[in-house]
């Protein structure tokens, strides 16, 4: 990976992340589960420190470097695996992580904030309402990260 495309995809990914958690405040507004990700990470940060000694940033802050490495992770392994034009390679990856966010993630970020949300977020009050706002976020994502690639000019990188 040549380091014009590495910062190509970081920048992608930032932008892919802002506009998944954008997405994840107006399905709150509709009547989704408010799912503010970098509050649920603080929060998970502060479980077992006295004192709350995290600020919401650094929950923020880990909610971008995440999105960020899972543009790293799609332009160095999964783009050239995964058939289509952009928009549904953006689908597939944003079921992708959907389906790997409500099976590993969500329960074991859940467990470090102390609580438990279950797979699939099967131990909230609402579980359809989560997977679908999950979902629509995931698939916002992926959508957002495939054309930012795409008008970046990243290639698609061969192994």
């Known amino acids: 990976m040549t380091a014009s495309v590495f910062f190509r995809t970081i920048i992608s990914g930032f932008i892919a992340t ?3 958690a954008m997405v994840a405040f107006l399905l709150g507004g509709m ?34 470097i995440g999105g960020i490495l899972l543009a790293l992770v799609w332009v160095a ?6 058939p289509g034009k952009w928009i549904t390679q953006g689908l597939i990856y944003g079921l992708i ?19 438990n949300f279950g797979i699939f977020y099967t131990n ?6 989560m997977i679908l706002a999950g979902l629509f976020m995931h698939l916002a994502y992926g959508l957002t990260l495939t ?13």
């Open 18 to 20: 802002f506009v998944m």
């Open 31 to 64: 009547g989704f589960p408010a799912l503010d990700i970098g509050y649920i990470l603080t929060e998970s940060f502060n479980h077992s420190l006295p004192g709350d000694p995290y600020h919401i940033i650094f929950g923020n802050l880990a909610y971008n």
């Open 77 to 82: 392994f999964l783009q050239h695996r995964i």
């Open 97 to 115: 992580i959907s389906v790997v966010a409500g099976v590993i993630i969500s329960p074991f970020v859940s467990l470090a904030a102390g609580e």
């Open 124 to 129: 909230t009050w609402f579980p359809g309402l």
């Open 147 to 159: 054309l930012c690639l795409r008008v970046a000019g990243v290639p698609e990188l061969d192994k």
